[in-house]
């Protein structure tokens, strides 16, 4: 397994990049560790506290003083189908920890939003701040210091990094995730994306579009498409954070039920054995394996901020052009929509991660001397779990694909370079996801229409305004704005007007989700609008081209941007967007949101555990790097 010499390159300059910081986050961590387990420094009046609501059996086994304790953290609510099947998962653990003569504690909750659901609603504006919120959350639960060991219970967007987060505040403790798998196939993303089109066109009523969502939303487990919620799973595998090809198995089945209470004895076992803590698994070479699984499966957008926030809260510094230089060398391994028709599940029975990472590691993609909590090495995560005669067994997974129009091998890849790309010019940094895009759409050069909220865009495209060769701007959607919402709402009147035979690309300092696809758009472009950012310059008709082929983002022929009068932001543009109930909410979090110098707008509240080392302020010329710094 000789690694391919790029992915050798940008892991050095990563580790000599993250020196200091990350050699502070692992004395703390060290630290933490010599100071021994943490329910031997409790007083008795605060031991008696934490296990006064306990079972008389885990009172007396926890009483004994020397049995491992595991805090469960979870994201339960029965309003996200991905998170519903984590209601019976304590039990699960807890029986599962007795059996081995050791206790388990839901140690806190942590909130689990669902961007599906507030969609172009007020409540996407807190959505990205939950991330840290959760986070925080995470500190809070486990900050009891009664532990020896967590489980983390977690699936979508927001929930998995936030929680990656805050759980490496506690890196002197194994951690381990336990997924809950996707939902069964329903209606096909392809029909269902259909009928959103046509519904933005007027074509068909609400009732038959509410017919279309139900019938692919429509039951517990994961959406099937592959945006951020599967791609947290993915790289939690390769990150070896998870059991072996866990991700993708159905929440009800016995084999999940089986896979939780197998992930709560290894938390036990390495509680035992006092190894595979959190803070040795995600390292610089974690760090990258995760990048590269992300690019490798044509992953969610989301993963450009995520990662950079995920790897900081274990003192590892990573920005764009570490994800843009490993990009241009990652095969495109996977077709999942809206990289393709196909869903997770029939992902998964191609060959699923298990196959990826795989072909990963034998073509030297992704490092295989890694750390996980299943001990030293990548191997076992070549591995898949089935139940034989009742029992959980592990067997090789596939070393051929079972469909390539699914899944390829690294030797034979849909495209020889990844999904993401950074794009870069007189309009600032930013990031686009090509895998989805046709070649002959890519690169786009038209007049610009400009916006401040989705709903004036959309009125406009409704108005029939935008049939024509367009750029559509959509500027003061950053964190200082409005929360940095993902703008998905606008993917289908996008589509429509590619789908005429328009060029069309959308250019945005905001989000857009894990499941947008086909248009070309250039998003969380730094720095932000209302920091200043070449965005509040634009004027409607200033050409502009986008070519992600050459990293380009600029204007043509518009002079010095600078030079011109910057656009107002206003509260009223968020009024405008019926943003209300959150208001008091949103505003503090907006007073916490700090801009690391001029150009560096994607700031947010620190993570626990994350503190910046007082010799590396940030860079203030590369806002992805900035994220969380």
Not at 2 to 9: I, K, R
Not at 389 to 418: C, K
Not at 437 to 455: D, S
Not at 597 to 606: D, I, K, N
């Amino acid at each position: 397994m000789t690694l391919h010499p790029v992915v050798a390159e940008v892991t050095n300059r990563i580790v000599e990049r993250s020196g200091p910081t990350r050699e502070d986050y692992l004395r703390r961590m060290n630290a933490a560790r010599d100071r021994g387990v943490g329910r031997a420094k409790l007083s008795c009046a605060n031991w008696a506290h934490a296990f006064a609501g306990q079972t008389p059996g885990d009172k007396l086994t926890m009483m004994g003083g020397r049995a491992p304790n595991v805090g469960v953290v979870t994201a339960y609510n029965d309003m996200l189908s991905a998170h519903q099947p984590f209601e019976r998962f304590p039990e699960i653990i807890r029986q599962t920890a007795r059996d081995m003569g050791a206790t388990a504690q839901v140690a806190g909750g942590v909130p689990a939003m669902c961007d599906g659901v507030t969609q172009g609603r007020p409540g996407m504006e807190l959505s990205l701040f939950s991330r840290d919120v959760i986070a925080m959350s995470t500190g809070v639960a486990l900050s009891h210091d009664a532990f020896d060991a967590v489980m983390a219970l977690g699936v979508c967007d927001k929930i998995v990094p936030g929680l990656v987060m805050g759980t490496l505040a506690f890196g002197h403790l194994p951690v381990v995730f336990a997924p809950a798998g996707p939902m069964p196939s329903g209606l096909p993303n392809a029909e269902k994306a259909r009928v959103r089109a046509l519904y933005a066109q007027g074509q068909v009523d609400r009732q038959t579009l509410l017919a279309s969502e139900v019938a692919s939303y429509h039951s517990p487990g994961t959406c099937t498409f592959y945006g951020t919620a599967n791609s947290n799973q993915m790289m939690m595998e390769i990150g070896g954070l998870h059991l072996p090809s866990t991700a993708f198995v159905h929440p009800e089945t016995g084999l999940r039920d089986a896979l939780t209470a197998a992930a709560a004895k290894r938390a036990v076992e390495l509680a035992l054995g006092g190894e595979g803590r959190m803070a040795d698994v995600i390292d610089e070479k974690a760090v990258v394996n995760m990048i590269v699984a992300l690019l490798a499966t044509g992953g969610s957008t989301n993963h450009a901020i995520h990662l950079v926030a995920m790897a900081r809260a274990a003192g590892v510094i990573i920005d764009w052009t570490d994800m843009d230089r490993l990009s241009s060398v990652t095969p495109l391994l996977a077709r999942v929509y809206p990289n393709g028709t196909a869903d997770v599940n029939a992902f998964q029975a191609a060959g699923g991660t298990a196959f990826v990472t795989r072909e990963l590691a034998l073509s030297g993609h992704i490092h295989s001397d890694v750390t996980t909590i299943m001990g030293r090495g990548i191997e076992p995560y070549f591995r898949e779990p089935m139940m034989q005669d009742g029992e959980l067994v592990w067997a090789e997974g596939l070393t051929e694909s079972l469909n390539t129009d699914i899944l390829r091998p690294a030797s034979d890849p849909f495209q020889s370079d990844g999904g993401l790309r950074l794009v870069q010019g007189d309009l600032g940094r930013a990031v686009i996801k090509v895998s989805a895009v046709k070649p002959e759409n890519r690169i786009v050069q038209a007049p610009a229409a400009v916006f401040e909220t989705q709903e004036a865009a959309l009125e406009a495209f409704k108005a029939g305004e935008l049939d024509r060769d367009v750029v559509v701007v959509l500027r003061f959607q950053g964190p200082r704005a409005n929360g940095m919402p993902e703008l998905h709402s606008l993917s289908p009147a996008l589509s429509v007007l590619q789908d005429k035979g328009f060029k069309v690309a959308f250019v945005t300092d905001g989000r857009m989700s894990g499941a947008s696809g086909k248009t070309p758009a250039a998003i969380h472009v730094s720095p932000e609008a209302l920091a200043g950012g070449p965005l509040a310059h634009i004027r409607d008709g200033d050409i502009i081209r986008l070519d992600p082929d050459a990293g380009v983002l600029t204007t043509i022929g518009a002079g010095e941007l600078a030079s011109r009068p910057a656009a107002q932001w206003a509260p009223e543009h968020a009024e405008g967007a019926g943003w209300g109930f959150g208001r008091e909410l949103f505003a503090a979090f907006r007073q916490a949101v700090g801009v690391a110098e001029a150009g560096a707008s994607v700031c947010f509240l620190p993570p626990v555990g994350a503190a910046q080392h007082k010799d590396t302020p940030p860079d203030p010329n590369i806002v992805d790097r900035a994220v969380d710094a």
